[in-house]
């Protein structure tokens, strides 16, 4: 299958044994820790199965088929060439599609797709933390009941110091991601050979006949099973937004080389530890351990899992900025935590909800097997909306025929509505609340993409064309006071209602007028050469138009620069002004959007950061005037 990166001009990382290290850490820490509860969820959770060998095989082999087909043909080797620049992920995708008018209503389906993705997986940033480092702390009962009371203040503790340390970055903490990753994944296959070689007739499960033998023998209850099994294949869409920081090489080695068989020796090893001695399903993985390694192991399966929420907390930082450059989430304050790494971000907004989002969902459903029930609807549908949004991409970006299309995407469609059907079983457990959340976040980025639009259009409408209030000013040959003043427009077409304004009360100007407009890119970074779109209009007024893509956060005084390293005679920094409209929403407007969401979008406006810290803008050169806009 062609990538497209050739296409689009971008670029991968070169493949390195760093990069390769560093991809366990990252990328693989979600799907890396599933050991310690997939079998579990399978045997003892709320809809657990007979601990029967027929059974033990039949959902090993289920277990195998996902991995392989799953992670292995979809995400790794199919999924990971759908790169926009280099770029991976959901929103990136979505950019990829073809914008022509041809496509444009089904386009507009298959973005709300995105979004309804992008939202669960916020959703499961919420839960692979809580159910993650429960789920390794848990392991502390195996080694004695008295540990139990102390579940869940350890595990809380835990998520709270997880959270608080992320103002300072992962930078350093990342560097030792990889290495004690690569311990986790050698312990993993250590453990699991030793008891596969006590019951080598496990390894019989790789025959499909298996995983056909247990539907044809449990009917209805096999399928509610295969609600927990998906558990097994978590963090394939976290390996896809993680495609631009390592490449797709250096992900296809980890992969193929480490995780992957280690992760299977682990899964077989807990099924001969399941063929051998039934009563351990209460916690078949810490049953694997020696009595003497069980603290220690508790302490390698906490870090391990925090390595891994801590990959899913830096990708939901990462899908917000993107959700703010293509307009579908409100600006927030972005915090880089890394000179030398652009994508090392921080948001506290962000963090905040996460944290007592993670800690009440831990206090509120109490222990990893109810947790388990919500954590699968997120997992399976965003994978079903990842296949739909990639067969579109594959047919009309990349020009595919159909036959080679189709085949494998039905394939993957296939596995995806079965995970997703089986979840769907488990909705009253726990999965309505990963459809709570994703609904109101879809609500959320929907009304303000809606609303920006709505303004927009207004702005566009109600606009005075540059040239005209240029040749009418002419006639009246306002003054002119020294410096720059830089007036910030939403559309780059028009007169700002903020020089308007201006004029109409001040009767004057800057030498130099620079009217600015930024605007997302459906790529993830723009060159610099391409960065700025630079008009002269006369009588010393520019209009200058800066594309940022959208892995990339808006920096005015450093637009201001390179324009003047372009040539544009403007004022230094010292001597710049940056006038901004200060808009008050009313809600009483002909726009077409239903009340609630006006209002919605209201509160949501009150509450964004301000364009002055988002921008980058000196607040002691900004001046705001207040305008009232009927929507």
């Given amino acids: 299958?062609?990538?497209?990166?050739?296409?689009?001009?971008?670029h991968a990382p070169k493949p390195t044994a760093a990069l390769t290290l560093a991809a366990l850490g990252v990328v693989f820490g979600d799907i890396g820790t599933s050991p310690l509860y997939a079998i579990k969820e399978c045997f003892h959770g709320i809809h657990a199965i007979a601990v029967t060998p027929d059974n033990i095989l039949g959902v090993l082999s289920l277990i195998f088929w996902s991995l392989t087909m799953v992670i292995t043909v979809k995400y790794v080797l199919f999924i990971t060439a759908a790169d926009n620049r280099g770029e991976g992920g959901i929103f990136a995708l979505i950019e990829l599609l073809p914008k022509d008018a041809g496509h444009r209503h089904v386009r507009t389906v298959l973005a709300f797709l995105g979004l309804c993705g992008a939202a669960l997986l916020y959703g499961d940033g919420i839960i692979t933390p809580a159910i993650s480092v429960l789920s390794a702390?848990?392991?502390?009962?195996?080694?004695?009941?008295?540990?139990?009371?102390?579940?869940?203040p350890i595990t809380c503790l835990i998520l709270f110091g997880l959270f608080a340390v992320q103002r300072r970055g992962t930078a350093g903490i990342g560097k030792v991601f990889g290495p004690v990753m690569l311990v986790w994944f050698g312990v993993l296959a250590v453990l699991g050979l030793k008891e596969i070689l006590l019951a080598p007739q496990v390894l019989s499960a790789v025959n499909p006949i298996h995983a056909f033998k247990f539907f044809l023998e449990?009917?209805?209850?096999?399928?509610?099973?295969?609600?927990?099994?998906?558990?097994?294949?978590?963090?394939?869409?976290?390996?896809?937004?993680?495609?631009?920081?390592?490449?797709?090489?250096?992900?296809?080695?980890?992969?193929?080389l480490v995780v992957f068989p280690c992760l299977l020796l682990n899964y077989f090893g807990q099924?001969?530890?399941?063929?051998?001695?039934?009563?351990?399903?209460?916690?078949?993985?810490?049953?694997?351990?020696?009595?003497?390694?069980?603290?220690?192991?508790?302490?390698?399966?906490?870090?391990?899992t925090v390595i891994?929420?801590?990959?899913?907390?830096?990708?939901?930082?990462?899908?917000?900025?993107?959700?703010?450059?293509?307009?579908?989430?409100?600006?927030?304050r972005i915090v880089h935590t890394s000179s030398d790494m652009e994508g090392q971000i921080y948001i506290p907004e962000v963090n905040f909800a996460l944290m007592w989002a993670c800690i009440g969902l831990t206090l509120a459903f109490g222990e990893s097997s109810r947790l388990a029930a919500a954590y699968g609807i997120a997992v399976t549908a965003t994978m079903g909306i990842t296949s739909i949004l990639y067969f579109f991409v594959a047919r009309w970006t990349w020009k595919q025929p159909l036959y080679r299309v189709l085949p494998p995407v039905l394939i993957f469609l296939a596995f995806?509505?079965?995970?997703?059907?089986?979840?769907?079983?488990?909705?009253?457990?726990?999965?309505?609340?990963?459809?709570?959340?994703?609904?109101?976040?879809?609500?959320?980025m929907a009304?303000?993409?809606?609303?920006?639009?709505?303004?927009?259009?207004?702005?566009?409408?109600?606009?005075?064309?540059?040239?005209?209030?240029?040749?009418?000013?002419?006639?009246?040959?306002?003054?002119?006071?020294?410096?720059?003043?830089v007036f910030m427009s939403l559309s780059p077409q028009g007169t700002p209602v903020t020089l308007l304004h201006h004029y109409?009360?001040?009767?004057?100007?800057?030498?130099?007028?620079?009217?600015?407009?930024?605007?997302?890119?459906?790529?993830?970074?723009?060159?610099?050469?391409?960065?700025?779109?630079?008009?002269?209009?006369?009588?010393?007024?520019?209009?200058?138009?800066?594309?940022?893509?959208?892995?990339?956060?808006?920096?005015?005084?450093?637009?201001m620069a390179q324009a003047r390293s372009l040539g544009v005679p403007i004022a230094p920094p010292a001597d710049t002004t940056y006038f901004l409209g200060r808009e008050s929403l009313l809600t009483t407007g002909k726009a077409k959007m239903a009340g609630f969401r006006k209002s919605l979008f209201a509160l949501m406006s009150r509450n964004a950061r301000p364009a002055t810290a988002y921008f980058g803008l000196p607040p002691g050169r900004v001046v705001e005037l207040g305008v009232q806009v009927e929507l």
């Avoid at 069980?294 to 906490?302: D, E, R, V």
């Avoid at 891994?308 to 927030?332: E, K």
């Avoid at 800057?510 to 930024?518: M, R, T």
């Avoid at 993830?524 to 630079?534: C, G, K, N």
């Fill in 504 to 559: 109409k009360h001040n009767k004057v100007f800057h030498d130099k007028v620079v009217i600015l407009s930024v605007t997302a890119s459906d790529v993830p970074t723009v060159p610099e050469a391409d960065r700025l779109d630079i008009q002269d209009m006369g009588q010393g007024f520019y209009r200058i138009v800066a594309r940022y893509g959208f892995m990339e956060t808006p920096d005015v005084p450093a637009v």
């Fill in 218 to 256: 449990n009917h209805l209850h096999g399928v509610v099973v295969l609600g927990s099994v998906v558990l097994c294949i978590t963090g394939g869409e976290a390996l896809y937004a993680d495609l631009g920081h390592f490449g797709r090489r250096p992900i296809q080695r980890s992969w193929l």
């Fill in 137 to 152: 702390v848990e392991g502390l009962t195996v080694a004695t009941d008295a540990a139990a009371p102390l579940v869940m």
């Fill in 1 to 10: 299958m062609k990538s497209p990166r050739a296409a689009h001009g971008g």
């Fill in 447 to 485: 009304t303000w993409k809606d609303g920006r639009a709505a303004l927009r259009r207004l702005s566009v409408a109600t606009a005075v064309p540059l040239r005209l209030f240029l040749s009418e000013i002419s006639t009246k040959n306002p003054i002119r006071v020294p410096g720059t003043a």
């Fill in 416 to 444: 995806d509505l079965a995970y997703f059907g089986s979840n769907l079983l488990k909705v009253a457990d726990g999965g309505w609340f990963t459809l709570l959340i994703a609904g109101l976040i879809v609500l959320a």
């Fill in 271 to 304: 099924g001969a530890g399941l063929l051998l001695d039934p009563s351990i399903a209460p916690n078949p993985f810490y049953s694997l351990v020696p009595d003497t390694l069980l603290y220690p192991m508790a302490a390698l399966s906490t870090a391990a």
């Fill in 308 to 332: 891994a929420s801590q990959a899913l907390i830096s990708g939901v930082f990462s899908l917000t900025r993107q959700a703010i450059q293509l307009g579908v989430c409100p600006r927030l």
